[in-house]
C-alpha cells in the first residue's frame, strides 16, 4: 500500500477508527490500522473504498468477519460498513458506551468488542 494511500485514508477517517471512533491520540501507542473493510479473504481490494482506519481491537475482532448475530433478534446480519453506512445511524454514545441502533449497530457493536474493558479504558483517557 502506497504511502499516499495510507495518507488519504487517516485524512479522511480524521484518525479516528472508523468502527468505535477512537482517536489516534487516545491510541498513543498503537498505531491505528488501516484495514480491508471486505477482507481479501473475500475478494476485496486495496483501492479507498474498501480501506478503512481501524483501531487495533477493532480490526483483530472484525477479522475476516461480514456478518454477525445481531442479540436482538438473533438473526444474521451484516456489520457495519464505514462507507456505505453511517455512523450516527447506526450507533450512539452512552457515556462511553457505543450502542448500536439498528440491527447492524447491534451487531457490529457486539462482533468488534467495542465496549471492551481496554476500549473503555482508552475512550475514557
Ligand atoms: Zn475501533
Known sequence: MSPQIRARV???SRNRC?????RQ???PLALLHIEHIIPKAHGGGGELENLALACIDCNLHKGSNLTG???ESDQMTELFHPRRHSWQEHFEWRGIYIVGKTPIGRTTARVPHMNSEEQLTLRSS
Open 10 to 12: 487517516r485524512e479522511r
Open 18 to 22: 472508523e468502527y468505535c471512533q477512537l
Open 25 to 27: 491520540d487516545q491510541s
Open 69 to 71: 448475530i445481531d442479540p
